[in-house]
C-alpha cells in the first residue's frame, strides 16, 4: 500500500504561481511512476505530468512550458510547480502513484481555484 498526501492547494489570480507537494509512504520503493491529475467540475480528470521511477517527465500540452514536476527521494515528494496561472487551470488536482502492472493510488485531492 501506497499512501499520498498532498498539500499547496489555494486561491491565486491569474499568473500567479503555485507548488503543490506530495509526500508519499508506505511501500514506495515499488512505485513506478508518480504524477500529478486534475478534475474540474463536469470534467474528467486528466492527467498534468507525470515522473518515472527513471526519471522520464511526461506533460499535458496544455500546461507545457508552465509546470514542472520534480522529486525529492530523500523526503519521498513529489512536487508540481505551476506558473503562469490560467482560470482554466482551476481543479482538484490529485496525486497519483503507479505500482505495475495495474495498481493506482490516490491522494485525497487539494483545490487549485484561479481568479481571473
Known amino acids: 500500500q501506497v499512501q499520498l498526501v498532498e498539500s499547496g492547494g489555494g486561491l491565486v489570480q491569474a499568473g500567479g504561481s503555485l507548488r503543490l507537494s506530495c509526500a508519499a509512504s508506505?511501500?514506495?520503493?515499488?512505485?513506478?511512476?508518480m504524477g500529478w491529475y486534475r478534475q474540474a467540475p463536469g470534467e474528467q480528470r486528466e492527467l498534468v505530468a507525470s515522473i518515472t521511477s527513471g526519471g522520464s517527465i511526461n506533460y499535458a500540452d496544455s500546461v507545457k512550458g508552465r509546470c514542472t514536476i520534480s522529486r525529492d527521494n530523500a523526503k519521498n515528494t513529489v512536487y508540481l510547480q505551476m506558473n503562469s496561472l490560467k482560470p482554466e487551470d482551476t481543479a482538484v488536482y490529485y496525486c497519483?502513484?503507479?505500482?505495475?502492472?495495474?495498481?493506482?493510488?490516490w491522494g485525497q485531492g487539494t483545490q487549485v481555484t484561479v481568479a481571473s
Open positions: 508506505g511501500s514506495i520503493n515499488s512505485i513506478n511512476a
Open positions: 497519483n502513484a503507479f505500482r505495475l502492472p495495474f495498481f493506482n493510488y
